[in-house]
């Protein structure tokens, strides 16, 4: 436990002194809201996540607000932008993980308690949470292109993305996308992914809950419209769970820039059906974002509803709220909470389980630190079942990151 510890200091010490002497990259919902620009703006992918567009990469300094804390970095006369040609792209990016987790011991009736601090480090695990290779192929330029993500790390390699994009061809800047993708629901986040390294019970929060992070993916068809500021997706995909059933997901939201007080402002809708083995789901959000000047906020609410063939139908409620500010022109501080009621979930054949209510809160920093660097630094901290240990733990997360 002692050399768990002073790891524990070590890293906190090393970031701190990074960001002291300074001043990601899956543009995250914070950034979109503060350029007042939808996702398939600078990401390959019209429903964002994964490789960034040539735009996104010509002017990263302004989406990043990176500061190069390496002179001779600064002073680089060129750079990589991932165009190896006119018709073919790469990208990528890798995530290096340490996570310290502090964990109470069970008492004599297996319960722990609530709280707010925890002294006691129960692991410390380090891992490459993401190592991704992005590859765009234009086959007609602004037509007709392939695009994969292929995820290389953790586990085996995965190609979570694989599809073809056909765009300019049907009204009000339409496409349509064709192969195994993503699922367009919500605000894109990554928080459950960031705090569940190797810990499925981390994973029960909004994206986790509704199968729409960035490790779930689909096979099917989309197809999207973006009109002016509006974004408008629907899908009808084969689950990857193997459901004998299809998934049909919809998603809508606009953002307007310019805003008399606010700047930027987002507001947007999400449905999913799914009618896996035994039962049907249906899944539908909400979320909406704004931004004034460096402070920026969003949030997201959701209901899922489970039928079920052999038990009582159960529904589960889930939310999620972050703030975000630009300190000092170039480091992103983040807040966040989260809730989730797991009733759903938790429950087996006839018995339904009751407080089994779970929540998430969480802060810290996550400066770029060159052009194709990020740090982050987080603590958080979750309560939940009692009786379920792993439910109930702090987690003090660095993370270095690196991308092209």
Aim: hydrophobic share 40%; with cysteine; charged share 20%.
């Amino acid at each position: 436990m002692g050399v768990q510890l002073k790891t524990a200091a070590a890293w906190v010490v090393v970031v701190a002194a990074t960001c002291l002497v300074a001043p990601e990259a899956r543009a995250e919902p914070y950034m979109a809201l503060r350029e007042g620009r939808k996702c398939g703006t600078c990401h390959v992918n019209q429903t964002g996540g994964g490789m960034r567009t040539l735009l996104a990469n010509t002017h990263m300094k302004e989406i990043t607000h990176y500061r190069d804390i390496f002179p001779d970095l600064d002073e680089a006369g060129e750079v990589f932008n991932g165009q190896i040609t006119s018709f073919f792209s790469i990208g990528g990016d890798l995530r290096l993980t340490d996570s310290i987790i502090f964990q109470d011991e069970p008492d004599e009736n297996g319960l722990v308690p609530h709280e707010v601090l925890r002294g006691r480090v129960d692991e410390n695990v380090l891992d490459v949470r993401e190592g991704a290779l992005y590859f765009d192929v234009q086959l007609v330029e602004d037509f007709l292109s392939i695009y994969t993500d292929l995820n290389l790390a953790p586990g085996s390699p995965v190609a979570r993305e694989v599809f073809g994009l056909l765009r300019g061809v049907i009204p009000w800047q339409g496409y349509v996308k064709a192969g195994r993708f993503y699922l367009d629901y919500g605000l894109k986040m990554e928080t459950d992914n960031l705090f569940s390294v190797n810990a499925p019970s981390q994973d029960l929060f909004v994206r986790g809950r509704t199968g729409t992070g960035f490790t779930g993916f689909d096979s099917g068809l989309e197809i999207g419209f973006q009109p002016g500021p509006w974004h408008v997706t629907a899908s009808v995909t084969d689950p990857s769970s193997g459901d004998t059933g299809v998934r049909v997901t919809s998603n809508a939201y606009g953002m307007w820039r310019d805003i008399p007080v606010i700047e930027n402002a987002m507001l947007g809708a999400s449905f999913m059906f799914n009618s896996p083995s035994g039962g049907d789901t249906y899944t539908y959000g909400f979320y909406g974002g704004a931004n004034l000047g460096p402070l920026e906020y969003q949030a997201e609410i959701d209901f899922i509803h489970q039928s079920f063939d052999d038990r009582e139908a159960v529904g589960t409620f889930l939310a999620y709220g972050e703030i975000n500010y630009l300190l000092l022109g170039w480091i992103n501080t983040k807040a966040f909470g989260e809730y989730a009621d797991n009733d759903g979930m938790l429950s087996t054949g006839s018995v339904k389980r009751t407080n089994t209510g779970q929540n998430r809160f969480g802060f810290g920093i996550e400066p770029f630190l060159g052009r194709f660097l990020q740090a982050r630094l987080f603590y958080s901290i979750a309560n939940g079942p009692k009786d379920v240990a792993e439910t109930n733990q702090n987690r003090l997360i660095l993370e270095l990151h690196l991308f092209f």
